[in-house]
């Protein structure tokens, strides 16, 4: 971007124009005009070798009017009023069966490699959203990290991850994947078949069976393929739930270079009830360490948009003979660009005081605009309440091998951390010599 300016123009196989854009007032009309911007249906995420991973039609991968329709019903569970709903059933789920679990490790061994722990606890989270059934909390979180790790791969190294063992093992387990999701979601249907359309505010497998069907309760085209649709959605959420693992893993990397400000975050966590959803919110200092790790370190590292101009072709100061053109834009870039952010290389929660307002469309972790993320809110809520819970009851230290320092790999779409996150935990004791909850 220095070097080159906020728009550049590149060309794939000297036919079709692909231009970088990290302008906030141009992505401005990306996030807002859906007819001449749409999802891009060639991203590697929706299958793996030809194996459907997401498909093109789930709630975040769609395009048109099914994609809004979903996305309509989705917005009831996601609002605001449900995320008190959402943290009254999360909070007894996080101090409860994750709290034991977590208790239990620290007995048999101190040191932790975060980003696996935290890949349990939060697809655990997926059995208070009613998807407890399809497999267990460990083996979702073992199958997105692999799944995860060979997305990559598929680019990079195409012809020979195409013949690997790897390959071949993780077609088989995106296969059996589905077809516990499958057997979840078809016994979900049958439910509200016989118990009438009423749905739980908490019953997000509940709702996205209600985001495939019509208005007069007929699901959408033929069953089965409804259900794959639905498998789709499934399959979406338990991959979006890893990028909140990747956020946490990231803050704790960051937070190793400023230790002071770990220290100041843990304080307020501890000295925070955080009884209730209010009390949650606020954990103030929490929120800006959060604030700016999504700005440093964002787990949804870049974006493609098709471009399809309608009038006179034009992108910035780009015209084009052909409407067949992508938009890339990135928002690590935006983030850390010091044009908007003064020293963006230093994690400073401190510039999110409450008098200060980013250059609009220039902080965007959760994108913007009609295709930005329904989830932020009850994201947001979970890493709070995760966090909370086990600064009340732990102490956690990085340990990082200084030979194998974790860190965040920017070359992909979603960010991947190379190395393990060492972490030592043990229990934290009160003043009064009590331990944790």
């Known amino acids: ?22 302008d906030p007032k141009i992505l401005k009309g990306v996030s807002t005009d859906l007819k001449q911007f749409r999802k891009f249906d060639g991203l590697p ?28 019903v989705m917005i009831q569970f996601f609002a605001k009023t449900n995320i008190n709903t959402l943290f009254e059933a999360c909070k007894p789920h996080m101090e409860g069966r994750e709290l034991n679990r977590w ?23 997926l059995q208070v959203l ?16 692999k799944i995860l790790d060979a997305l990559p791969k598929q680019l990079s190294s195409r012809f020979s991850f195409a013949f690997s063992q790897q390959k071949t093992d993780c077609v088989q387990m995106i296969l059996k994947m589905r077809k516990s999701i499958l057997d979840v979601v078809k016994e979900k249907s049958e439910e509200m078949k016989r118990n009438g359309s009423e749905i739980g505010p908490t019953d997000m497998l509940a709702y996205l069976v209600e985001a495939n069907r019509t208005k007069d309760g007929e699901i959408r085209e033929r069953e089965k393929i409804a259900n794959e649709n639905i498998v789709d959605d499934v399959m979406t959420v338990c991959l979006v ?93 935006m983030q850390n ?33 009609a295709r930005g993320c329904i989830g932020k809110h009850m994201a947001m809520m979970m890493m709070k309440l995760t966090l909370s819970v ?22 992909f779409a979603v960010m991947r951390i190379i190395n393990n996150i060492d972490m030592k935990v043990t229990p934290y004791e009160h003043d009064n010599g009590d331990q944790g909850l």
Not at 107 to 120: A, F, P, W
Not at 130 to 145: H, K, R, T, W, Y
């Open 130 to 145: 009613g998807m407890g059934d399809m497999m267990s909390p460990e083996l979702i979180a073992e199958n997105v990290f």
């Open 241 to 333: 739930m890893d990028n909140l693992v990747k956020q946490i893993s990231s803050l704790f990397i960051l937070l190793n270079e400023v230790p002071e400000v770990q220290a100041k975050m843990f304080a307020e966590l501890r000295a925070t009830k955080a009884e209730t959803l209010s009390e949650l919110n606020t954990l103030v200092y929490t929120e800006k360490c959060l604030l700016e790790c999504l700005r440093m370190g964002p787990v949804l590292m870049r974006g493609t948009r098709s471009y399809s101009a309608t009038k006179d072709k034009r992108f910035g100061p780009y015209v084009f003979d052909s409407s067949n053109a992508r938009v890339v834009f990135s928002e690590y870039v």
């Open 390 to 411: 086990l600064a009340k009851n732990f102490n956690l230290q990085q340990t990082f091998d200084p030979k194998a320092m974790p860190v965040p790999n920017q070359e």
């Open 45 to 72: 995420n929706r299958s793996l070798y030809g194996q459907r991973l997401v498909g093109k039609q789930s709630i975040l991968s769609g395009n048109g009017l099914k994609w809004a329709v979903k996305r309509k």
């Open 103 to 125: 208790k239990s490790m620290v007995q048999k061994g101190t040191t932790i490699e975060l980003h696996d722990q935290l890949g349990i606890l939060f697809s655990s989270y």
């Open 1 to 22: 971007v220095e070097t080159h300016g906020e728009t550049l123009l590149f060309w794939i196989q000297s036919t079709r124009p692909l231009i970088f854009c990290a």
């Open 337 to 369: 660009n010091p044009k908007y952010w003064p020293n963006p290389t230093v994690f400073d929660p401190e510039r999110w005081q409450p008098s200060f307002m980013p250059e609009p469309f220039s902080y965007i972790p959760f994108w913007t605009g």
